[in-house]
């Protein structure tokens, strides 16, 4: 069977709906799971969930005649968040499970994020699954179709971890009218708070703003509403819930990495000093330094969801995060990502401090950054090129290399990376002042212009 291949992603599997990404593959990727369960010597039901894109319906029913059809039994969660989906995982007896998701992609797009037991398929994994599909290989079989309801049960289990809050707090948050908005709502109301709600009504068209927090005019409501309510602070989630973007009482957005230091402080001040903290490479040298004043160990590591669940696994990390808003929290938790219950424990620890998000980081060392910039550079250039990044910076500076070249100037650093997902360089670059920021960022990106590359 012929299935586009580039819809077979880094982390997960992605594209535009009836473009690329059919109802055809849709079935096949049904197939070849259960192909890959027969390999792998497992039997058992699959729960499967999908977000509230349009989309998700007939992706779903495609899905799951795949995977029926090849003798495996479902278990439907419905129109759920991701971290729903991976929390199913712990709770109910299935072997693994499907999330239909297009995350914080357009509308137009949609996509699978695919676990086995507990954990993510990614990487080569995927590239399997799509090889089980060119060779035919799904069973002949009858599954059956079961439904359970779950947001309720999951509710009451963040509610039970996180705790009654030490005092009432004024905040609002931002659905996006993603599939947070499903969840949220009953979230707030279970913890006791009075919440202001932004775009809860659920639309997979996103008709208000895309659901992505980490660009900040998607920030742009839940600023002036913190501002207008006089709100202690605000909460965003991404279209499926397991990125969390923030915002403080002044309105000024508090980015992934300096979400991270709040939640590192309070687990390195509650479990023990020493423990590892888990980030990815486009995180602040604020975060590193905070790490290890709180005591802990900062293990920078590669971006991207599963890679960072990977490397947590291995180091046993309390606490993993990225400045993309993906929270992973395995003291108390799952170890997966989930915004919600990070939205949940993020109060717990502000409410109990009995300050404010901006006073709480209000000791962190001010530097100066860019945020994320995409460079467009073609997939078959663009790795081939950070290599070469990588042994020209090395020769002139110390760098550190685990994904992409990450120079290191003493008062700064610069970051090049290859995106795993799209044909585009990733850089960022940071520094003590605006004045070493540009002398920075100007070296490293006539590199990048020397090699034919637009900036």
């Known amino acids: 069977m012929s299935i586009a291949a580039g819809i077979f992603r880094q982390y997960d599997v992605r594209g535009v709906v009836d473009a690329d990404l059919t109802i055809e593959a849709a079935h096949a990727i049904g197939g070849a799971y259960a192909a890959l369960m027969r390999e792998r010597g497992v039997s058992g039901e699959v729960a499967i969930g999908r ?164 660009v900040s005019e998607n920030l742009q409501d839940l600023i002036a509403a913190v501002k207008r309510e006089g709100a202690e602070m605000g909460i965003a ?28 402080r309070d687990v390195l001040a509650r479990t023990g000093l020493g423990q590892p903290i888990i980030f990815d490479v486009k995180c602040s040298q604020a975060l590193t330094d905070e790490i290890t004043r709180a005591g802990g160990r900062a293990v920078m590591w590669k971006t991207g969801h599963s890679l960072i669940k990977d490397k947590m696994k291995e180091e046993r990390a309390p606490l993993a995060g990225e400045m993309s808003g993906h929270m992973f929290f395995s003291e108390g938790f799952y170890g997966h990502d989930d915004a919600l219950y990070g939205a949940a424990r993020l109060l717990r620890i502000v409410a109990a401090s009995g300050r404010t998000v901006r006073e709480l980081l209000a000791d962190v060392p001010p530097f100066v950054t860019t945020p994320e910039i995409r460079v467009e550079c073609g997939d078959e250039r663009k790795f081939e090129l950070v290599e070469r990044a990588v042994a020209h910076f090395r020769a002139r ?27 585009i360089l990733v850089t960022r670059y940071e520094a003590r002042s605006a004045e070493r920021l540009a002398v920075i960022r100007n070296e490293m990106e006539s590199w990048i212009r020397a090699q034919g590359v637009t900036v």
């Open 51 to 214: 977000d509230n894109r349009p989309s998700g319906d007939k992706l779903r029913d495609a899905l799951v005649d795949g995977l029926s059809s090849a003798g495996v039994s479902v278990v439907d969660i419905g129109v759920v968040p991701t971290p729903v989906l991976y929390w199913s995982l712990h709770h109910l007896d299935v072997i693994g499970g499907i999330q239909i998701t297009g995350s914080h992609n357009p509308p137009e797009y949609n996509g699978f994020k695919l676990c086995f037991g507990t954990e993510s398929l990614h990487g080569h994994d995927l590239q399997h699954l799509h090889a089980l599909i060119r060779s035919g290989a799904a069973p002949v079989g009858e599954g059956q179709v079961r439904h359970e309801a779950l947001i309720d049960r999951y509710v009451a289990d963040v509610v039970a971890r996180t705790g009654p809050l030490a005092r009432d707090m004024k905040i609002v948050y931002d659905c996006g009218n993603g599939a947070g908005a499903l969840v949220a709502p009953q979230l707030m109301r279970a913890l006791g708070l009075d919440a202001i709600g932004l775009f809860t009504e659920s639309d997979g068209t996103f008709p208000n703003h895309h659901p992505d927090p980490t």
């Open 237 to 264: 989630f991404d279209g499926d819930a397991d990125r969390i973007g923030l915002v403080d009482d002044e309105g000024r957005i508090i980015w992934g990495d300096h979400i991270l230091i709040l939640y590192a």
């Open 397 to 423: 500076h110390d760098v550190i290399d685990v994904d992409g070249v990450r120079v290191l100037f003493g008062d700064g650093w610069g970051l090049i990376r290859a995106s795993n997902t799209q044909p």
